[in-house]
């Protein structure tokens, strides 16, 4: 069994799975990926997003705003710890800080991060965090916001070992998408390979970033296997242990139990 811990499945073109999420979610189980963090991205579609995946016990959400969205609602920590009370809701994000899109908002998005901690501790769920060209400034808000108490994940991570062991002190996991996959990403295959088993998780980001060999293609669920495969040979492993471990990882981080129900 995998787990997708970070994808985002309104944003999938339906069409080609037979115009359903029931598709997807069938060509994810063919490749034994039976479960699914779908991540928030803003306000206004959250409903829309909660209405898609109902059906399906296997998907959980989270609730935020990301550091990259221009338009919208603001984040609040009480609208944030409202939404973040339904059930389905497992953790808070995706916030953090994006200075390679925005640097011309970077006030804005630390305010806005700050105000997903916050809502983040007064929940008790932990935080999926997306950091771009803001190394220092994400570890240090982190840091100053108590974060690690509820701890969380740097999903997509595109940093190098210096950032990952930082973000290991600080209670986080570390997720890798088909990113680690791409040929120039040594840094990132290097932190794969050293990331502690019990901190490790993979992803999909989709509809974005699809693994080698389908760079280039809108991704989809199912394609966490070959960043699973990628990440075991990696690091001398089995596939089936990487499933094992990044699987019992999700589950412990984000409070869910191994039954989807
Ligand atoms: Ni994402």
């Given at each position: ?8 499945l ?22 034994g ?17 909660a209405?898609?995946?109902?059906p ?6 989270s ?6 969205e ?20 497992v953790?808070?994000?995706e ?5 390679y ?7 804005r ?12 501790r007064e929940l ?5 965090v997306?950091?771009?060209d803001?190394r220092?400034d ?5 840091a100053?916001?108590?974060a ?12 190098d070992?210096?950032?990952?062991e930082?973000a ?13 996959t ?15 088993a ?7 980001d989709a509809?974005?970033?699809?693994p ?9 669920p ?9 990440v075991?040979r ?14 019992a ?7 869910l139990?191994a039954?989807?129900?």
């Amino acid at each position: 069994m995998l787990v997708d811990s970070h994808c985002h499945l309104d944003r999938i073109e339906l069409g080609p799975f037979g115009g359903g999420l029931a598709g997807v979610l069938d060509a994810a189980a063919a490749n034994g990926v039976t479960r699914l963090l779908s991540v928030a991205v803003d306000l206004e579609s959250w409903p829309a997003l909660a209405r898609l995946t109902e059906p399906y016990p296997q998907i959980a959400l989270s609730v935020g705003v990301h550091p990259s969205e221009e338009g919208g609602r603001a984040p609040t920590v009480v609208e944030l710890t409202a939404l973040g009370r339904a059930p389905r809701v497992v953790a808070v994000g995706e916030t953090g800080l994006d200075y390679y899109h925005g640097a011309d908002r970077a006030d804005r998005q630390r305010d806005w991060f700050r105000v997903h901690i916050a809502a983040a501790r007064e929940l008790g769920k932990p935080l999926i965090v997306h950091t771009r060209d803001a190394r220092e400034d994400t570890l240090r808000i982190l840091a100053e916001e108590g974060a690690a108490e509820v701890g969380g994940v740097l999903h997509c991570f595109t940093e190098d070992w210096a950032m990952a062991e930082r973000a290991l002190e600080l209670n986080f996991h570390i997720s890798f998408s088909g990113i680690v996959t791409f040929k120039n990403a040594k840094p990132i295959q290097d932190a794969a390979r050293r990331v502690p088993a019990e901190r490790l998780l993979v992803e999909t980001d989709a509809p974005y970033l699809a693994p080698v060999p389908y760079r280039g293609k809108p991704n989809h669920p199912a394609w966490v296997r070959p960043v699973a495969e990628f990440v075991a040979r990696l690091r001398g492993e089995t596939l089936e242990r990487i499933a094992a471990v990044t699987t019992a990882n999700y589950l412990r981080l984000f409070g869910l139990r191994a039954e989807a129900a």
